[in-house]
């Protein structure tokens, strides 16, 4: 049965209510809900996947080379975009395309914090 706005992941979960208006979300829970064919437990597994991965690179791809950098962004891209943790993406596709742009590093830190905020909130 395919899900409406209304029945969107987070709103049945404790802090899903209080995140931002979608559009302005760290993660398009809809893109999510399509991806996993609205299979919660689906759901929370690969946002602990990708909570768990995201953490990682935002630990690592300030400290590595950038051959490394570079791949570490790519993979990053991927499963954001599969999650719909598009701004997520939408970085790490510009440091793939500078790699040493300082501060797209920084900004993919931030949008990776907010994104695990946001797991958290709506995993409770």
């Known amino acids: 049965m395919p899900l409406s706005d209304s029945d969107d992941a987070a709103f049945g979960r404790p802090g899903g209510e209080a995140t931002a208006a979608a559009g302005t979300r ?3 829970l809809m893109h999510l809900a399509r991806q996993t064919l609205g299979d919660r437990a689906v759901e929370q597994d690969v ?5 768990h991965q995201a953490a ?6 300030g400290t590595v080379g950038e051959a490394e950098r570079l791949s570490l962004a790519h993979t ?3 499963s954001a975009r599969a999650i719909g943790a598009f701004a997520v993406a939408d970085c790490a596709a510009e440091i793939e395309a500078r790699p040493e742009d300082g ?3 920084e900004r993919l830190r931030r ?3 907010e994104a695990r ?4 909130a709506i995993s409770r």
């Open 103 to 105: 501060a797209a590093l």
């Open 117 to 120: 905020d946001f797991i958290s």
């Open 76 to 78: 990053l891209k991927g």
């Open 56 to 61: 990682g690179v935002a630990e690592r791809i």
């Open 111 to 113: 949008l990776i914090d």
């Open 47 to 51: 946002l602990s996947m990708f909570a």
């Open 26 to 28: 760290p993660i398009d």
